[in-house]
């Protein structure tokens, strides 16, 4: 089941990015919000290329792939999860630095984001390892002590989850706290933020209590860790199956670029025919 539901995810999250991409970066006036869809749209697409690979490896359990898709195709999620969260964070204080000093809110940090994420990946790019067993390869992360996965897991929970959900929910704040103060209090160029918030959290919540747990398999079920991570990372990946449907079902302008798109590409076609 597990298996089927990340090959849908791989294959709808290429298609569904992909046409966002492609609405925000050709069809629709470039701003800074636009300017963030893409690069969240982006992550999801690198992630759900590369998921495949994962695929292939919980079906058959080996790894033909090298070492160095093992270090990329692991590292792809956890850069997923850093550069998603940080952009998330980014666009709530955009919207709240546009409300409170509207000259100092189009000032674009994409780049550092990505190279934030970047950093913060590279313990998964330094861990991971192949090891071959026979005719089998597995892939596998080899942490060198119990105390440099505790660090790493405590590093990825603060800077990729506890943080930036602190200062979302501060930045939310303060936009409520002004929303109040003004005449027209209209919520519909915030709602795509605030749905993909809440999807981003809600499939990384089981993922990060599961590797918690990993932590201390005296006190727990071994069994129950194996299959509540492979259930945490299925969740965390359909954060980036999620993202593009939140963009068409939630946000208005989006749906209208994306019909006029399509009715102008099939208007092109019958003319030619």
């Known amino acids: 089941l597990l298996v089927a539901i990340n090959i849908a995810i791989s294959v709808f999250g290429l298609a569904g990015n992909s046409v966002v991409i492609w609405i925000c970066g050709c069809k629709m006036k470039r701003t800074v919000i636009t300017t963030w869809y893409i690069s969240l749209a982006v992550s999801d697409l690198l992630f759900c290329a590369l998921l495949p ?3 292939y490896y919980n079906i058959t359990l080996h790894w ?3 070492l160095v898709l093992c270090k990329l195709a692991s590292s792809a999620m956890f850069l997923n999860m850093y550069s998603s969260v940080f952009l998330l964070v980014l666009i709530s204080m955009d919207r709240c630095l546009m409300v409170f000093f509207p000259v100092w809110s189009h000032n674009p940090f994409v780049a550092l984001v990505w190279l934030l994420s970047a950093l913060l990946t590279f313990p998964s790019m330094i861990f991971r390892q192949v090891t071959a067993h026979g005719a ?3 892939c596998h992360t080899n942490y060198t002590s119990h105390s440099t996965h505790e660090a790493v897991v405590l590093v990825r929970f603060t ?5 930036p959900f602190l200062m979302i929910v501060c930045c939310c704040l303060l936009f409520a ?8 209090r209209s919520s519909k160029p915030y709602k795509v933020i605030a749905a ?4 981003f959290f809600s499939c990384w919540v089981p993922y990060h209590s ?5 932590l201390d398999l005296k006190n727990n079920s071994v069994e129950i860790i194996q299959t ?9 990946a359909a954060n980036s199956f999620v993202s593009p449907f939140l963009y068409v079902f939630v946000g208005n302008n989006f749906k209208q670029m994306l019909k006029h798109s399509w009715k102008s590409r099939m208007e092109e076609a019958a003319g030619e025919d």
């Open 210 to 214: 599961f590797i918690f747990l990993e």
């Open 159 to 163: 800077c990729g989850f506890l943080i």
């Open 196 to 199: 993909l918030i809440l999807s």
């Open 228 to 236: 509540g991570l492979k259930v945490g990372a299925t969740l965390a």
């Open 53 to 55: 690979l994962e695929v």
């Open 64 to 66: 033909p792939f090298g």
């Open 177 to 184: 706290v002004k929303l109040r103060s003004l005449t027209i």
């Open 136 to 138: 089998v390869t597995q």
